[in-house]
């Protein structure tokens, strides 16, 4: 069901989010949906919580050891342009429906803390590689580049007829990270 509700949120919205159309999308029945998830918020919270589990996931399985000998910046750019690819292509509706919650949650405050939760995870990982770096500012720096990764990741879901090459990614990347080095 929260699959569903995923799906149903990269094609409607969160106003396409109901009971029903995630009975329908899923092929269960509506006292299915209604008996596991009491309100439509709760729908939304709990596939969010599924979204940041299956993409966590993902991005696990995409970091490698870094090696000492490694230029870890390149290292780094790599990894980040390999997320936001993944991100675009192997989960794009997944991408689509986080960009929906986070719409919702300025909208209806009792999802923040459970986003909060995900923007957390994702700023930790980004922290330990900024910190392997020897950044002096290293949360700062993780929270600038989450802002860029999610600011090309947006950018190519408005242009779905023209995707980001992997070299245009990386180039962004490298020259943020260089830039934050070289403080």
């Not at 949906?33 to 966590?56: D, I, K, N, Q, V």
């Not at 990894?79 to 794009?92: A, F, G, N, P, Q």
């Not at 429906?97 to 939760?117: F, K, W």
């Not at 994702?122 to 770096?133: G, K, P, S």
């Amino acid at each position: 069901m929260l699959a569903a509700t995923l799906r149903v949120l990269a094609r409607e919205g969160t106003r396409g989010v109901t009971h029903r159309a995630v009975a329908a999308e899923a092929g269960t029945s509506l006292r299915a949906t209604t008996y596991y998830f009491a309100s439509r918020e709760e729908l939304l919270r709990e596939s969010l919580r599924y979204y940041a589990e299956t993409a966590g996931s993902r991005l696990a399985h995409l970091a490698k050891p870094i090696a000492p000998d490694d230029d870890l910046t390149s290292v780094a750019a790599g990894l980040l342009t390999d997320i936001v690819l993944s991100d675009l292509t192997e989960d794009r509706e997944g991408l689509i429906s986080e960009y929906e919650l986070v719409l919702h949650v300025g909208r209806q405050p009792d999802l923040e803390e459970c986003y909060a939760t995900w923007q957390g995870r994702l700023e930790a990982v980004l922290f330990a590689y900024a910190a392997l770096a020897g950044s002096p500012s290293p949360k700062l720096d993780a929270q600038l580049v989450l802002a860029a990764v999610r600011g090309i990741e947006i950018a190519s879901l408005a242009s779905p007829s023209q995707p980001p090459a992997r070299e245009a990614i990386f180039a962004l990347f490298e020259r943020l990270l260089t830039g934050l080095a070289a403080r």
